[in-house]
């Protein structure tokens, strides 16, 4: 007997299709503009496979805003996304790492008709594990924009919890796309790269409640509070009926492979504000808000510590943010920490 899901398969389109079809005021307009978006992340998922022939490792020769030297493929995904973006007509207002300002859409690219959105992305996330060959990957979220907005910053300078979708790509051992469009709803898809279709292979992605991993980069735990301190080693010194039962600890350095990590098999990923990085290092708009929505509609919690991640409404457009995030329990654990600290 034939397995039917061979010749039944589930694409992302369609699957989003279906799912913006259970609201009634769904145009497709949000289908169109994943179409784009699934161009990007197949395009830059052979630039990120190939890089090491075509010399697309190693650095760009300029610094981003965020003073980071640029790689190569920063600055191709970037354009690449910017490209697939302007092309898909819904966008109206964008936001990368990679530019200093908000990117305007000119009416010409845009659909007079139907909805526009604002699009907030990190084109290369993991960028200083590229010539290492280890996961890196793309973050996207986006907001729908107030009908007749010409595109502002007033356009994304809004709580996470108003987007309206949010996902990433790695490109991993398999290119993996995570998406969630809300009502507590997780999907993931792998490329296949024989037809170029995302393939629903993880559909409502649930996070464990608890896990047993921590994710967290060590090297800075000199400059953490006392409340990130008293946290990760209450995870060390842990005992189960008298017995030490410490949590593994896991830390890739890509965002976007730690949380998909974090996601699966649960436990609790951070990136804390400390004595070196007042504010976190991780960019609220496009690396905290898209994830704080995903695990959020994954049954899991985001927060500075003190505040739920999605409720925050940044200043400016590459602000930054500590970030905690993963199993509803863990995070809960953490969030108790603080309380006590404070
Ligand atoms: P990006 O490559 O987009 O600038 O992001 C890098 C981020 C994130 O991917 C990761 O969680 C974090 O940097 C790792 O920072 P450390 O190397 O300081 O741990
Ligand atoms: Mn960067
Ligand atoms: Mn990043
Ligand atoms: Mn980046």
Redesign the pocket.
Known sequence: MADHTQTNLITLSRHVLAEQRAHKDATGDLTLLLVSIQLGCKFVATCVRKAGIVNLTGLAGDTNV?G?DQKKLDVLANEIFINSLRSSGKVAIMVS?EDEDVIIVSAKDRDPAGHAYAVVF?P?????NIEAGVSIGTIFGIYKVAPGSTGTAKDVLRAGRDMVCAGYCMYGSSTSLVLSTGNGSVSGYTLDTTIGEFILTHPNIRIPARGKIYSI?EGNSVYWDSACTEYFSSLKTRTVDGKPAPYSARYV????A?VHRTILYGGIFA?PADKKSAHG??RVLY?CFPMAFLVENAGGRATTGTQRILDMVPMAIHQRSPIFLGSRDDVADLEACYAKHA
């Open positions: 965020q980071e790492e990190d290369l996330d993991g960028s200083s980069n350095g890509s965002m976007v730690d990136y290092k991780l690396e």
